[in-house]
Every structure is written in C-alpha cells, then in structure tokens.
C-alpha cells in the first residue's frame, strides 16, 4: 500500500473544529472527493416529564445527586408501565437513558419491598460492569448489586446466592451456572421481582435462539418457586420491537419507542476510499478453475484499504485536536488502524502518537479501565476499537466517530454513531466503506441508511437443532411436563419425542425425565463445535483459539496463521484432539483455502410460482469439504500453486431461500449457455453480499450455491442459506423481503464502475471456487429476469 503524508498538526489539541469544518478538511486532503454523501442530523430538545409518583423519595435524591432533575417522557413512561406489571421493551438511541426507565422500577421495588430481587442480563462482561457502578454509585441501602460471571472469585459467589439482591450476569452464565444451580439460587429465584435485559437487540439468529429458551427456563425455574417476574428490555432502535421481545421472552411484551432525551446535531459522511492505480503485477483472479471457458485474466482496479483509510482519518482527527473514537470490525484491524495512526503522528510531531491507543477484547480488566479514563480526560484523543465499546462503556465528550466498515445492522450503525455529541454538542460521524457490494452500495445509496427504518431483530426459537438441546437442559432443572410444551412453544413435543427415541429422556407418568448423569454441552453461540487450541510445536505455547468451524479454512496443514503481528505456518491440524501445531516463519505467501459443496433439497416450505421464476423457502442438506489450498506472493497475488488437503466432508442440515429460472427466460434476456454459471455465481456472491442489509446477519453467516442444472429443481438455481444447524432466520427474512433484497443486488452490480466484475460487486472473499467463473454483465440479466416476473 502506498505511503501516506503526515497529518497536518493543529496548534492545540483540546478544542477541534466544528464538524463541518473538520469534515471539509478532511475531504481536501486527497486529490478528487471521497465523500458520497452528507447527512445532517438535526438537534432534538428533550421532553422531560415528572417523577413518577411511586418513585419514593431516597431514590429520586439519589438521581438527582448523579445529575438526573427528572426523567425524559420515554423514561418515565417505560419505568411507569413496568411498575404496573407489564413486560416493556424500551428502544430508543444511544444516549437516551434506557439504564433509568428500567433501575427505576426494579430500584422502587427493592426499596418498597426488602425481600424482593432483580436479575440484570448483559451481552457482554464490560457492560454489566458498568451498570454495577452505576447502580452502585446512588448508594441505596440494602441493594447491595454483584456481578457474578465467570471471573467472579469463588469465595464471593455464595455470598452473591445468599446476599445480592440486584445481579448482574449474562446468558452464558444464567445458562451455565444459575439454571442448573437452581436449587442454590431458590432463595433469590423466589423472590425474583424484575428481569432485565439489556441490549436485547445483540440476541440474534443461532445465539438469539438460544437465549430465548434460557429465558424460558428461567421462566420455569420460577414459577416452580412461586414467583412471575416482570420482563423490561432495553434495546437499540429497531424494527418491530415488541415483536422481536415477545419472541425472546415468549410474553407479550409493549414497546415504548418515542426518543424524548435531547440530542446534539450530528454531521454524517459517507466516505469511499479511492480507487488505486491499476497494477499491471497482480491479476485481479486466477482463472484456472473447472467450467472456466476463458482463461484470460483482467486487471481489476482496487480500492484503498478502508483500515488505511481510517487510519489517516484518525490520525488526521486526532492532529485537530479531535476526540476520536474508530470502530473496526476485527481485533487484528483495530491494532493496524492504531498502529499506523500512532506512525502518521510521529512522523508529524514526535511524541503525539502516544495519544492515540487501541482497545478491544483480551486485554486485562484494568488496561481497558485505564484506556476509558484515558480517553475521558483527553490524556488520548484516538482510541481505534473494536464492537467492544458499541454497547456498555459510557463515554461522553467525544467529538468524532470513525466507522470502518458498516458493521453489519443499521442498528449497530447508529449505536456506534451516537457514541459521539453525547454531551449534546455538535459531533462528526463517518462511514468508511469497505471494498464489498454491501458497503459499496450503501455509500451510493444514502436512503439505504438514512431513510429505511431498522432491521428487525431476527431469531427462530423453534429451530429443533436449538430447541432439543435447550429441552435437555430444562429436563435436567426438572423433569418437562405436559404443561411445558406450551411454555417452550411450536415445536417442543415433536422434539421432546426425537430426544425419547434417542434415548436422552425417558417418559413416565410424571413427566419425561433426563436419563444421563452428565449434562448435555449446548454452545449458546452456535460457532460449530469445540474451539480448535493452536500450540507453537517448539515450546508447547498455547497461542490462542479457533472456533471448529472455521478451522478446516484457517488451520488447514500449511496454512499461515497470524497472530499479534507474527506470522506461523501450521504443521499438523489434530481434529479428534482439537488441536494444530504450528511454527514460526515469515513465508512470502498467504494461504487460501478451496472448498467443494454439494446441496440437496430435502423439504419446501413455501414457494411464490411466478412463470419462469420460482421462489422457494426450504429445509436443505449441505455437504461440504476443503480439498486444496492456494498459495499466492504477497506482493503480486500471484497463484504460486495449488496443495490438495485430505480434511473431512462436513454436513449440514438448514433452512435455505432458492430462486429458479427457466432456460427459455435466460436465454431470451441475452445469457448464452456457455455463461449462464458464471452469472449464477455472480449473482449468488451478490445477494449474499447484500442480505444483510435486510436481515441482521453478516456474510459470513450465511453460504450459497448455484448452478446450472439442479438435480433437484431440474433448472438453474441459486441457493442461499443459513449456516447454522438448524437455520438462524436469515433465509426466512430473504424470502420475505426476496423483491427488495435482490432489486438492492441487481442495482449493486449495476452501479459499480468495474467493467467485469470486483469485490465491490460480485467477488467474494470467502469464495471456495476462487471467483471462477464469473460474469457480471449477465448476472445483471439473471436479475432482471427474476425482478420483471417476481411479485412485490
């Protein structure tokens, strides 16, 4: 990558430009305008509304000690309807005080009542950490709030079980420890008054699915004790809330929506990174796959690395005196963005790097405390981070927000966002897209982000390869009766059946009771088996972990794995012990591992016959395995070779959304047969590419297929589907939106200004057939043919 100039360093670095004028010298850095479009956020007054009259007095001191006069209208109106008894989700912006309108209710009540409880449920360690403060500084007698997770020290749990009256913890562990601990916890269970979920948007697809049958669990266990608590979600704005709480909770749920906090104006820029100029050294693809009928290969323009891009940007921010946060999608990627932000300040004035740090997760406890406090007092103007500091870090004052990559949901979008003007200034954000169809077309079509509401949050708890496990779990808390399958929802009794045949419950006249001594293992997070542990073969180190079902891709024999910066190639991948060996070398290639698929259809769902278009939703079987790898130079991305693997076939049974189309359309919209494979494909990499920007998933959640001759459909076909066992909801959101989702595809490919097709439209990273072959031009075809006969 090329060389970027130092930043121009501003003559004091505590008080920056108003964003529009940061955001105007940042365009005229560079030659020719980066920027796709500005949005203007307007300020919003807020509407405060009177203490509720339950609110007893030592609690509304307490607030207005930390600042709070009284509560915003949304508040009081959520705090208001759950007081009452009624399950309430409340999904407002970032910064508009969801923590009060659920410590309001559940604090009254440990006030009013000294035997009740409360449950507080977070996605992450960081954020139930930060609302232990909070509830901990109003120093309300007789709450004693405790976080108890897996690094609560064992002497201090039992005091937590018999003492706490507010807790703080997190599904893995209500799942893992409280839940099969019960009997333990009936003091607390029993008395348990208010459950709260915090950030409830963050539980989608497989682990969605999962935590909405630990809920019910814990619904279970409590009504064994006599206790109905009362369920307050709080969420970021999105699609359809109560429906989306009334799903995880299996309770009917009102949602309160209407944003009443003020708001500081925020500028939002939406920035693409420049072309660079043509290589003639490095080939944009290898054209030697099977089916390839023109082995030509063509010089793809690519554009600059949006983690240099935000670098720059970072570092530029940071030389105006800016307090700058960047969100960058990987640990590696926040750790390259701060390291080049802290050389391009160097080189400008020595010694100003050092106010530019990376935080994300692995590092200690204190060092991210210190970093937050850092940052806070403008000891660091820059800080690149990962999604950790999306959700729980409370961090006011920030004037700047770098977005390296869309982060895969609008909702996450304006979570990060709105980490900047929390104190009701003026703030800038910015959207550096990445070289992929879906952050290429967002920053070409600003009403994608701006003016579409946002997803809905998308989970199926009656997915059998999650509901059965979860079904074992409660069997082993109790023996499941009659009277739970209504509780566990469609689905339960054919599963408790299947787990019957196989042996893992038996039926009595009591109910159907667990039969092993050993608790069943269920993943809540659905990442495809035991993590794979990578040990440095010399000194028996262990480095760090890999999910199973990434290994066979990244730690294939030869493969090169990096890790903090250091390069290793793997000598032996040991899948019945879950571990690779691995050495240290420095090799001048990168390994790319080639995968085959098979896919058979087993079950369709429903399907839309639109003439020479069908749509289809379905059950399906995916059978995959990683036969070879590639290894490319570096420096050229030259295919130096191609190394066959002897790794096992994995299956996979799903839910997939497939369109057919007839040979006749196809061939009267222009696709000669000879290229009617590589259209598929394109199109296939495209929509997958663009479906997260209808369902809350990334690219990488989902797989395809596609093909000319389907045995099953008996047509061309291009599948795909979810890949999570079971399904995650996805392929149902595709087929829901299928019209809107490919009309978004279609147009992707069609903007692009690449004439044969790049990863800004239809090549995909995670490619297995290394983006051979494909055609561009004619999956625009393949489109039009499916838009012009599918109805809206």
Not at 75 to 88: I, P, R, S
Not at 97 to 118: E, F, N
Not at 529 to 549: F, H, K, Q, W, Y
Not at 608 to 634: C, H, K, N
């Amino acid at each position: 990558m090329e060389s970027s100039a130092a930043p121009t360093v501003s003559a004091g670095h505590d008080a920056g430009p108003a964003p529009v004028d940061l955001l105007r010298r940042l365009r005229a850095r560079g030659a020719g305008d980066p920027v796709t479009h500005v949005e203007r956020v307007p300020a919003r007054v807020g509407v405060p509304a009177p203490w509720p009259a339950w609110a007893p007095p030592e609690l509304r001191a307490a607030f207005a000690r930390r600042g709070v006069v009284a509560p915003w209208q949304h508040q009081a109106e959520a705090a208001t309807l759950a007081y009452d008894g009624g399950h309430v989700i409340v999904a407002t912006g970032t910064a508009s005080g969801k923590s009060l309108a659920y410590q309001l209710p559940a604090l009254a009540t440990l006030l009013a009542d000294p035997r009740a409880t409360v449950l507080y449920l977070a996605p992450t360690k960081a954020l139930a950490a930060d609302q232990l403060r909070a509830v901990a500084g109003l120093e309300l007698e007789g709450v004693r709030p405790a976080c108890y997770d897996g690094d609560t020290p064992r002497a201090e749990r039992e005091w937590i079980r018999r003492h706490s009256r507010f807790v703080l913890t997190n599904p893995d562990m209500l799942h893992h420890g409280i839940l099969p601990g019960h009997a333990q916890w009936s003091g607390f269970l029993r008395r348990l008054a208010y459950v709260v979920i915090d950030e409830c948007h963050t539980y989608r697809g497989v682990f969605g699915s999962h935590v909405a049958h630990v809920l019910r669990r814990l619904r279970r266990q409590c009504a064994r004790f006599g206790a109905t608590p009362v369920f307050v979600l709080a969420s970021a704005t999105s699609g359809d809330p109560a429906t989306a709480a009334g799903r995880l909770t299996g309770l009917p749920v009102t949602a309160v929506t209407e944003d009443a906090s003020p708001r500081g104006g925020v500028t939002f820029a939406l920035w693409e990174p420049p072309l660079l100029p043509p290589d003639s050294t490095a080939p944009a693809v290898p054209a030697q796959a099977a089916g390839d009928h023109d082995a030509t290969t063509d010089l793809v323009q690519v554009r600059r690395s949006a983690l240099r891009e935000t670098a720059d940007l970072l570092a530029d921010t940071v030389a105006e005196g800016v307090r700058t946060l960047a969100f960058v999608r990987s640990r590696k990627g926040a750790e390259v963005v701060a390291a080049n932000a802290r050389r391009a300040l160097d080189d400008a004035v020595p010694g100003l790097g050092g106010r530019v740090a990376a935080y994300r997760g692995g590092y200690l406890r204190e060092e991210r405390r210190e970093l937050e406090r850092a940052l806070l007092h403008g000891d660091l103007l820059g800080l690149a981070s990962t999604n950790a500091l999306e959700l729980g870090v409370d961090l006011v004052g920030l004037d700047a927000v770098l977005i390296c990559g869309y982060p895969g949901t609008r909702a996450s979008l304006w979570q990060q966002a709105g980490r900047a003007g929390r104190s009701g200034q003026e703030a800038l954000a910015v959207l550096v897209a990445r070289d992929d169809p879906l952050d290429t077309y967002l920053v070409h079509h600003p009403e994608a982000i701006f003016g579409a509401p946002v997803e809905a949050t998308v989970l199926d708890p009656a997915n059998p390869y999650v509901l059965a496990p979860q079904l074992a779990c409660a069997a082993v808390e109790a023996p499941l009766t009659p009277a739970d399958l209504a509780l566990f929802g469609d689905g339960a009794k054919e599963a408790i059946d299947q787990l019957v045949e196989a042996g893992a419950l038996r039926q009595r006249p009591t109910g159907w009771y667990w039969r092993h001594r050993e608790r069943p293992e269920v993943d809540l997070r659905g990442e495809g088996g035991a993590p794979v542990c990578v040990v440095e073969s010399a000194t028996g180190r262990l480095l760090g972990t890999v999910d199973g079902g990434s290994s066979h891709f990244l730690l294939h024999p030869g493969a090169v794995y990096l890790h903090q910066g250091i390069s290793y190639v793997v000598d032996d991948l040991d899948l019945a012990d879950g571990c690779a060996l691995v050495h240290v070398e420095e090799p001048d290639w990168s390994t790319h591992a080639r995968d085959v698929t098979d896919l058979s259809v087993v079950s369709v769902r429903s399907y839309v016959d639109a003439g020479p278009v069908g749509m289809f939703l379905g059950e399906v079987d995916v059978t995959s395995q990683v036969v070879s790898y590639q290894r490319r130079r570096i420096a050229t991305g030259e295919v130096i070779d191609t190394r066959p693997l002897d790794l096992p076939t994995r299956e996979l049974r799903t839910v997939a959304v497939w369109f057919t189309l007839s040979p006749r359309s196809l061939a009267s919209a222009g696709v000669q047969q000879a290229d009617v494979p590589g259209a598929l494909h394109a199109a296939e990499h495209a929509a997958i590419g663009l479906l997260p920007l209808m369902a809350t998933c990334d690219r990488w959640d989902i797989g395809g297929l596609s093909t000319a001759l389907h045995p099953d459909t008996e047509a061309p076909t291009v599948f795909v589907y979810d890949g999570h066992p079971g399904g995650a909801g996805f392929a149902e959101r595709a087929y829901g939106t299928a019209s809107a989702w490919l009309r978004a595809t279609r147009d992707a490919i069609a903007e692009c200004g690449c004439e044969t097709g790049c990863p800004s439209c239809v090549q995909s990273p995670k490619c297995g057939n290394g983006n051979n072959p494909l055609s561009k031009p004619d999956a625009i075809r393949v489109l039009d043919v499916v838009l012009e006969n599918l109805p809206a």
